[in-house]
């Protein structure tokens, strides 16, 4: 397993996009929170309805996790899907 710093290294090419009073999102970025711990501090959480095109590309398809521009997952936490980024961004 990795050390934090390294996972906060690797967490940084990670962006929620989400949606307030959103139950979806709410566990997908605590499951995140839970996997990655205080590095998930660290990604930015986009909220879809204060961008014109995040809602566009989106929509109600939130909350998604992009990972260098590409969608991880979305609707849930998807850990080994997060993991595969991970290590696609560790070589």
């Not at 967490?11 to 989400?18: A, D, E, I, N």
């Not at 398809?61 to 998604?64: E, F, H, N, R």
């Given at each position: 397993m990795s050390t934090p710093g390294a996972l906060a290294d690797r967490?940084?090419?990670?962006?929620?996009?989400?949606r307030a009073?959103?139950?979806?999102?709410e566990s997908m970025h605590a499951a995140?929170?839970?996997f990655l711990?205080?590095?998930?501090?660290?990604?930015?959480v986009l909220d879809v309805?204060?961008?014109?095109?995040?809602?566009?590309r989106y929509g109600y398809?939130?909350?998604?996790l992009l990972?260098?521009?590409e969608i991880v997952c979305f609707g849930q936490f998807d850990q080994s899907e997060v993991?595969?980024?991970?290590?696609?961004?560790a070589r």
């Open positions: 967490s940084s090419g990670f962006v929620l996009v989400s009073d959103c139950h979806l999102c995140l929170t839970a711990g205080a590095a998930a501090a660290q990604i930015p309805d204060a961008d014109a095109d995040l809602r566009r398809k939130v909350p998604v990972h260098a521009g993991e595969r980024a991970l290590q696609a961004s």
